[in-house]
């Protein structure tokens, strides 16, 4: 018999934990988890899965406008926030269920409670007041919304708050320049919302490539996004039953909420790793290997409490690669080089592989690129325009990146991922047929190289 209580206690049951927690199981380890909110991680709970049901909501305001170029009348429309609210909260309760029963069914103990390391070997379940020991401990408790130290922070919400507001604010000031700042932007503007975006820099979605980012900050102020680069909050004030934002440079902004999307941190603090001889990096992250161990033996970290990748499949993917190397004796690493990557904002972006400016660092490249209204628009009346771009190297004519902004571009990036990921080359895509009427065809079909700047005009 084994001296202690699990093969292997997961200390949070997001996304990463679950997985690793239930192929462990699979393999025939005694595992135990413990979560003290509820199962199914940020992605599931106040995250992606809730935050794409938003983005969905949000466009049936373009979409009831759209409709009349198709012959379509639309009558009186109004939306309830309270109804969007109430049906998101049963959808996240079915799934939270479903993660419950999936370890349930894979002989997975599921404990209900904060839990903090001791030791190597010893973890404390802190609603039971009790300790249990386990061969290995996986730390899976991922990250939480960084909010800055601003006077008046209390007035401000995070994107954790922003899924369980009573009431719909009529005026917002989104903080944040990364892709939950651009994904709120879009659905508080489709909502009905008066919204505005910040960031401190001179554009954001910093480390996407330069021109989805120049074009999608074109086409959110087409939509009627207010934003404002270079721009940050001094102080926030509670005043006459709204908020009296003071800018850096001075000025004064009015408005009915403030949510900040300016990062998040791993969710590391309290949780006993230092005492027990784990190494945690500046932001706090667990320091793994490529086999995601920490620099204790027995202690492994997966998803955004390391700071990699932090992006739900990432995590998922760990958790099952420390399984099978682990458990199923296997040797399975997770590279973190190509990830295909979606964007939800408004117009959604798709990317994979290299930008434009890494790709130059490394050698000469080829570019090609193209910017066009789509087919549908041209009836709707609709002025968004969809934008694709393949970074190729000019000597092995290998695709080392695909950049689209448009409709159905997260969608897009997932197939032509699996290109990328294989090494496919500009003849390859060149080779294969089109798909025709679709915008994606424009990827098989690119054959100019560019050489001047991309007209921006509607094609």
């Avoid at 009905?192 to 021109?211: A, H, N, S």
């Avoid at 099952?320 to 399975?332: I, L, P, Q, R, S």
């Avoid at 209204?373 to 325009?385: A, I």
Wanted: hydrophobic fraction near 40%; glycine fraction near 10%; proline fraction near 3%.
């Amino acid at each position: 018999m084994s001296k202690y209580n699990y093969d292997l206690f997961v200390i949070g049951a997001g996304s990463g934990g679950v997985r690793a927690a239930r192929i462990a199981a699979s393999y025939g380890a005694k595992v135990g988890v413990a979560e003290e909110y509820r199962v199914g991680g940020t992605c599931v709970i106040r995250g992606c899965v809730p935050k794409k049901l938003f983005v969905y909501a949000s466009h049936y305001s373009e979409e009831f406008e759209e409709a009349a170029g198709f012959g379509w009348t639309v009558g009186e429309r109004s939306f309830d926030w309270k109804t969007l609210v109430a049906n998101k909260n049963k959808e996240i309760d079915r799934l939270n269920g479903i993660y419950i029963r999936n370890l349930e069914k894979a002989g997975v103990e599921i404990i209900q409670s904060r839990a903090t390391v001791r030791d190597a070997h010893t973890v404390r379940l802190e609603a039971e007041d009790r300790e249990v020991t386990a061969e290995r401990i996986l730390i899976a408790v991922g990250a939480t919304p960084y909010m800055p130290d601003v006077p008046g922070i209390e007035h401000a919400i995070s994107s954790n708050e922003a899924f369980h507001l009573e009431e719909l604010p009529k005026r917002i000031v989104v903080v944040g320049g990364g892709y939950i700042a651009v994904e709120f932007a879009g659905i508080f503007n489709g909502l009905g919302v008066e919204t505005k975006q910040l960031y401190r820099g001179p554009l954001f979605m910093r480390g996407f490539d330069d021109d989805l980012r120049e074009m999608l900050a074109e086409e959110m102020m087409k939509k009627g996004v207010g934003l404002r680069m270079n721009s940050d909050i001094a102080s926030i004030v509670k005043k006459d039953g709204e908020l009296e934002l003071t800018l850096t440079s001075g000025e004064i902004l009015k408005t009915d909420a403030v949510m900040y999307a300016t990062g998040r941190i791993p969710l590391t603090r309290g949780l006993g790793l230092e005492e027990a001889g784990v190494k945690l990096g500046k932001s706090g992250q667990v320091i793994v290997d490529e086999y995601s161990k920490t620099s204790v033996d027995s202690i492994y970290a997966v998803g955004d409490v390391t700071d990699r990748a932090n992006l739900t499949p990432v995590a998922i993917r760990e958790g099952h690669a420390f399984a099978d190397t682990v458990y199923g004796g296997k040797d399975v690493k997770v590279d973190h080089s190509i990830i295909p990557t979606a964007v939800f904002s408004q117009p959604e972006m798709g990317t994979v592989g290299l930008t434009e400016a890494q790709a130059r660092e490394r050698g000469e490249i080829d570019l090609y690129k193209t910017a066009f209204r789509g087919l549908k628009n041209t009836l709707s009346g609709s002025q968004e325009r969809t934008f694709m771009k393949l970074v190729v190297d000019a000597k092995t004519d290998k695709v080392l990146g695909v950049h689209i902004l448009g409709q159905g571009a997260g969608e897009l990036i997932q197939a032509v991922g699996i290109a990328v990921t294989m090494g496919a080359t500009k003849a390859q895509f060149d080779a294969t047929i089109a798909v025709h009427p679709t915008a994606a065809e424009e990827l098989v079909t690119l054959r100019e190289k560019w050489q001047a700047p991309l007209v921006k005009a509607a094609s």
